[in-house]
């Protein structure tokens, strides 16, 4: 069965500070990976997506991911961390018949 | 757009009490998807339409819980009778264009306290 994981529950970093957020699935064919944001008392915001070509994809507010088979990840990365960016966020696969599938999310802290 | 609109915002009741939760997806799209968010359990999906028919709800936990969508600008949860392990936040999202591609827009939640 499809499965996604993110190993790091929680993660500090300073404002300024670059941040990677890693990701693993587990998908026999050829995955559709989506990167998705929380705040706190809202609803899930997309943050980019991959399905095929260039494996560096771009997001919105200064995100990045990069997907790599050989390692089956798919890691969020930022260059440098904003106070707002303080949130979960969360790495999903689309499971071929039309069906996401959440990992457990990251809980990102920022300290100033 | 005004987005996903769900309602309400927060509910309590008690055990044994019926409870509806409401949706209004994005206007034009053609998916529409309740998913559960818990502490333990993390985000599950509970079924999914397309164009107002259910195709996939084999994530409903148990027969308590029940989903309609008359037309394509609404729908309903309903857990009847509720329990205290029923306490989450309830999420509708809805997705138009290509399936699998297009992006889910969500909704604010409804955070349910079954006491």
């Known amino acids: 069965a499809q499965s996604v994981t993110q190993p790091d529950i929680h993660i500090t970093v300073s404002e300024g500070a670059s941040l990677e957020l890693r990701c693993n699935y587990s998908?026999?064919?050829?995955?559709?990976l989506f990167w998705y944001v929380q705040s706190p008392g809202q609803g899930l915001q997309l943050l980019l997506k991959?399905?095929?070509?260039?494996?560096l994809v771009q997001g919105i507010k200064g995100f990045e991911a990069e997907f790599k088979r050989s390692q089956s990840s798919f890691n969020l990365r930022k260059p440098s961390v904003h106070w707002s960016d303080a949130a979960e966020y969360f790495c999903?696969?689309?499971?071929?018949?039309?069906?996401?599938?959440f990992g457990a999310g990251t809980i990102l802290r920022v300290k100033s | 757009d005004a987005g996903v609109i769900q309602s309400p915002r927060h509910e309590v009741t008690e055990m044994g009490q019926e409870v509806t939760l409401r949706c209004k997806p994005i206007?034009?799209?053609?998916?529409l998807f309740w998913y559960r968010q818990t502490m333990m359990r993390g985000l599950e999906l509970l079924i999914y339409?397309?164009?107002?028919?259910?195709?996939?709800d084999s994530g409903m936990p148990e027969d308590r819980f029940s989903a309609k969508m008359p037309n394509a600008s609404f729908s309903t949860l309903k857990i009847q009778p509720s329990e205290p392990r029923d306490s989450a936040v309830y999420f509708c999202?809805?997705?138009?264009?290509?399936?699998?591609?297009?992006?889910?827009?969500f909704g604010e939640g409804s955070r349910l306290t079954v006491l």
């Open positions: 991959y399905f095929s070509g260039d494996t």
């Open positions: 998908y026999g064919a050829t995955p559709y």
């Open positions: 999903a696969v689309d499971n071929y018949g039309n069906k996401l599938v």
């Open positions: 999202a809805s997705r138009g264009g290509a399936a699998r591609t297009g992006e889910l827009f």
């Open positions: 206007s034009g799209h053609d998916y």
């Open positions: 339409f397309n164009n107002n028919v259910p195709i996939d």
